[in-house]
């Protein structure tokens, strides 16, 4: 879960997982491949920034009624999209969602310790 702290004192409950990632996905028509894509194009991952924190809040909150200019103006209302701290890092956790930790090196199948 992730907060995002607006200017005006607001907050809205984020979350993302495989509900949202699908939300996304039909919303805008993508596939899953072209998800991973958005996320790793800079140009795309502001295009579809509304989307993306309207899926989120929707997954944390699903009795909300969020519309997608409420979600335009929750980025308007944390500075904007270019060097915004709390829009990057709802990103940072988004993509955190997608990392793997492990506490080891695995070879040939086996657990060993780093």
Known sequence: ???LKLNNGGEIPLKWG???MRDFCKATGKTAQQYFETLSDGQALIDHMAEILLSAARFAKPESTYTFMEACE???NTGGL?????????ISYLIGT???KTDGVVEDGQKKSP
């Not at 270019?82 to 709802?90: A, E, L, Q, T």
Request: charge should be negative; glycine fraction near 10%; aromatic fraction near 24%.
């Open 1 to 3: 879960m992730y907060i």
């Open 18 to 20: 495989y509900w949202a």
């Open 74 to 76: 929750w980025v308007d």
């Open 82 to 90: 270019i060097g915004n701290d709390p829009i990057n890092g709802f």
């Open 98 to 100: 997608h990392t793997i």
